[in-house]
């Protein structure tokens, strides 16, 4: 009897799988019509003020029965895929993959969009202002280390619009290729990271020598060719150069967070 029942709830549920699929289907390519009619009446594709209202809708509708952060997440990819079928967004970021700039992006956009890394802030304002592509995504102010100076003078000068943001939480993990902290003959990475884990490297690798790169996905590249090399970097980092994580979390101050502006060339229709 139980087996009858557990059986009939299964089959309910496929039913409601393939009503979700079909109406996913429909909803597609309803965005695809919409993207033609925005194309023709000049319109951007990324509407950011239409999305939020979307999302406050669908969790107006749930009356919080489905977990909210999980609803969120899924319509926020919804969203992305349905916004990729309008356009393929082009939107670059402080590179090179695997720094937090570009974990903004992702977040941000989804994996729909085509995430292009950059050198410096300015080369972001540069492709964004020379319309190459459609958004940059650059930090303009970190919970510890303040504004970002470079950001704020950039969208001054070039003269664009803020259409976003977007804040991340910022920590930080040592890594290596082996996971064994006395491997480490070396650590590498961004100035920042390496200011924000001073304690916590004074204490554990009080004899390790320190140097700085670029980016602390930099310092994650090297530490995947050299065995010495030890890493401070995200996990994202990590897992695109199979690293193995030392210690997480080894950031002095908790609750470090950065707050990313998405920029482009003319302000989203509300």
């Not at 549920?13 to 965005?31: C, F, G, M, N, S």
């Not at 349905?82 to 590179?95: D, E, N, T, W």
């Not at 990271?193 to 009080?206: D, E, G, S, T, V």
């Not at 996990?235 to 193995?244: E, G, I």
Request: hydrophobic share 40%.
């Amino acid at each position: 009897m139980k087996n009858n029942k557990l059986q009939e709830l299964r089959e309910k549920i496929d039913k409601i799988d393939t009503q979700i699929v079909e109406l996913l289907r429909e909803r597609i390519e309803v965005a695809k019509e919409i993207g033609k009619l925005k194309e023709n009446m000049g319109y951007e594709s990324f509407d950011l003020l239409r999305e939020k209202e979307i999302l406050n809708k669908i969790l107006k509708i749930n009356q919080k029965v489905f977990p909210e952060d999980a609803l969120k997440v899924i319509y926020s990819e919804i969203i992305k895929a349905c916004r990729s079928a309008q356009q393929k967004i082009k939107v670059v970021y402080l590179g090179p993959e695997a720094t937090f700039s570009h974990i903004a992006a992702l977040n941000y956009f989804g994996t729909s969009a085509e995430l292009i890394p950059v050198e410096t802030i300015t080369d972001v304002f540069e492709e964004v202002s020379s319309e190459r592509v459609n958004f940059g995504v650059v930090p303009i102010e970190n919970s510890i280390e303040g504004v970002v100076a470079t950001t704020l003078d950039a969208i001054y000068e070039y003269g664009l619009k803020v259409c976003g943001e977007i804040y991340e939480s910022i920590s930080h993990h040592l890594m290596n290729q082996t996971g064994k902290i006395e491997d480490i003959k070396k650590v590498l990475s961004h100035p920042q990271a390496i200011a924000q884990c001073r304690k916590w490297l004074r204490k554990k690798l009080p004899s390790v020598p320190i140097e700085t790169v670029p980016s602390t996905a930099l310092a994650a590249k090297w530490a995947a060719v050299d065995e010495s090399v030890g890493a401070i970097a995200s996990l994202v980092a990590a897992k695109l150069y199979h690293l193995q994580i030392v210690a997480k979390n080894i950031e002095d101050i908790k609750g470090n967070s950065t707050r990313f502006w998405i920029i482009g060339k003319t302000e989203v229709q509300p």
